[in-house]
C-alpha cells in the first residue's frame, strides 16, 4: 500500500489495504486460472473472502498443490545408493553379489509431514465442517444458519431467540456468562502481551476449549458435545506436506485429531498410485505411523515404494 500510495498517490487520492489485498486476490487468481488452464468463473457482487473460498472449490484440489507436483531437486530427491558413503564396504553384502548391481533405481524421494494446532473456525453445528456463513460473529455455516439461525444457540433449545442476542428468554444468563467470559478473555490474552509472558493466574479466567492428546488413536471418537453454539467450532490441526528444500506439497485440516489413521488416509488421497509415493517420509510419530500401517495392512502397498 505505501509503495502504490508513495509512486502513484496524490492529495486527492490514496490507496487502501482493502483495495491492494483486493487486486492481490484478483490477480493471483488471475494467474493460478491461467496456470491451470481454467476458465474461472465466479458469481456477482460476492466480498472478497467469498471470491477466494468459492476459487478454492474449483482451484484448491483439497489441498494439493497442483504446481509442486512432480516437485524434485537436490535438496529433496537423490540418486539411488545402496550403502551411505562412509559405511564400511566390506562389512556387508553388496548388490554385486545378490545380482542386483546392474538394476535400475528410482531416484529416491523424501517428504517432511507435521501438524500445526492453530484452530481455524467451522461450523459449530454436531459434526459440520462447514465454512462459516459469518466469520465475524457468526457459529454456522450458510445451511445450519438457514435451518437454526433464528433460534436459540443453547443445545437442544428450539425457542426463538431475542434480539441482539443468541439466546432465548430462558437462556439469557448462559448467554451473559458466555460474553462475559470471552470479554475477560480478550483483555486476559492482552495482558499477557505486555507481561511478556503466557502465565494463567488463578483468578483469571480459563479458556472454553476442549483439550485433547496430540496423538490421540480415535478420529471417530466423538468429543464432549458442547452445551451450545454461542461460538464457532475449530478445527483441531492444519496438517501440511512439504519436500526437504521447502516446498508446499499438499495441506488439509483434521477436525478431531491428529492420529495416524486420519494421516494414512491423507497420504492415500494425495498419493494414490505406487510411482507417485515418495521413498521416506520424516514424521514426527513414525514408529506409530508404522505400527498402525502395519495393523490397517496399508504397508504392504507402501513398503514397495521403499
Known amino acids: 500500500m505505501e509503495y502504490w500510495n508513495n509512486c502513484f498517490g496524490s492529495s486527492d487520492f490514496n490507496f487502501t489495504r482493502r483495495q491492494i489485498w483486493q487486486s492481490f486476490v484478483q490477480e493471483s487468481l ?3 486460472s491461467f496456470d491451470c488452464k481454467v476458465d474461472l468463473e465466479l458469481s456477482d457482487n460476492l ?3 467469498e471470491v477466494t473460498q468459492e476459487a478454492f472449490i ?3 484440489e483439497n489441498g494439493m498443490i497442483r504446481a509442486a507436483h512432480g516437485h524434485s531437486c537436490s ?3 537423490q540418486k539411488y545408493k545402496n550403502a551411505a558413503d562412509d559405511m564400511d564396504y566390506s562389512a556387508i553384502n553388496s ?7 546392474s538394476a535400475e533405481h528410482a531416484p529416491v524421494k523424501m517428504i517432511v509431514m507435521d501438524g500445526i494446532v492453530m484452530g481455524p473456525t467451522h461450523c459449530a453445528y454436531d459434526n459440520c465442517t462447514a465454512v462459516l456463513a459469518n466469520a465475524r460473529g457468526g457459529s454456522f455455516c450458510p445451511h445450519h444458519e438457514i435451518e437454526y439461525g433464528a433460534n436459540c444457540h443453547v443445545h437442544d433449545c428450539t425457542n426463538a431467540k431475542v434480539a441482539g442476542t443468541q439466546a432465548c428468554e430462558e437462556h439469557q444468563n448462559q448467554w451473559k456468562k458466555y460474553v462475559e467470559s470471552h470479554s475477560r478473555q480478550n483483555l486476559t490474552g492482552v495482558k499477557s502481551a505486555l507481561r511478556g509472558t503466557n502465565e494463567n493466574l488463578p483468578w483469571q479466567p480459563g479458556r472454553e476449549r476442549v483439550v485433547q492428546p496430540h496423538d490421540q488413536e480415535n ?3 466423538d468429543p464432549p458435545k458442547s452445551k451450545h453454539f454461542f461460538g464457532p467450532a475449530q478445527f483441531y490441526c492444519v496438517e501440511t506436506i512439504c519436500a526437504p528444500c521447502g516446498v508446499v506439497i499438499a495441506w488439509t485440516k483434521f477436525a478431531k485429531s491428529e492420529s495416524t489413521t486420519n494421516i494414512l ?3 492415500e488421497l494425495v498419493y494414490p498410485t505406487d510411482d507417485s509415493r515418495p521413498s521416506y517420509i520424516c514424521i514426527d510419530k513414525a514408529c506409530m505411523l508404522l505400527r498402525r500401517s502395519i495393523t490397517a495392512g496399508s504397508w504392504n502397498r507402501w513398503k514397495q515404494t521403499s
Open 30 to 32: 488471475r494467474e493460478i
Open 47 to 49: 466480498s472478497i473472502d
Open 58 to 60: 474449483y482451484l484448491g
Open 75 to 77: 535438496e529433496c530427491t
Open 95 to 101: 548388490e554385486a553379489d545378490s545380482g542386483l548391481a
Open 219 to 221: 478420529p471417530d471418537a
Open 265 to 267: 488416509n491423507w497420504l
